[in-house]
């Protein structure tokens, strides 16, 4: 776990260092990398920086559906734990699957397809989001 949070420390300050370079590598003094590619960045230490936050912060079923929203289909709950807890999700417990699963189960905008397979239940024309974001 401490190896994790040197990782994502060494990519904090890789991206800080790059931050603090960008406005003597050409362009205006205001305009960051981000601005001259056109809101896209293709730093590698930012990429994954993102891809570890992404779902930093949300409830499981929360950041499943932005996962079903990428991915679609079904997912396994084993892959979707590997894919929640790269991108920042903590889940305390023993068995981090068996409380992934329940959580779905639990909740009626996924639905059970096979023994810990899940599926995102869209409502057609529903005027609700899925993710409530305080």
Known sequence: MTTKYLELAETLYRV????AKSPLQGGSAGETEREKKGGETSDP???ILLERTKYAGLSVPQAAILLFR??????????IY???????VR????TPVT???TSLSRDGRFRKVSP???QLVEEAGSQTPLVNNP
């Open 70 to 79: 990428e991915r679609g289909g079904t997912i396994h709950a084993k892959e």
């Open 91 to 94: 889940i305390r417990g023993k």
């Open 45 to 47: 230490s930012q990429l």
């Open 116 to 118: 810990n397979t899940y």
């Open 82 to 88: 590997r894919q929640l807890e790269i991108g920042g």
């Open 16 to 19: 800080e260092i790059e931050k």
């Open 99 to 101: 409380s992934i699963s």
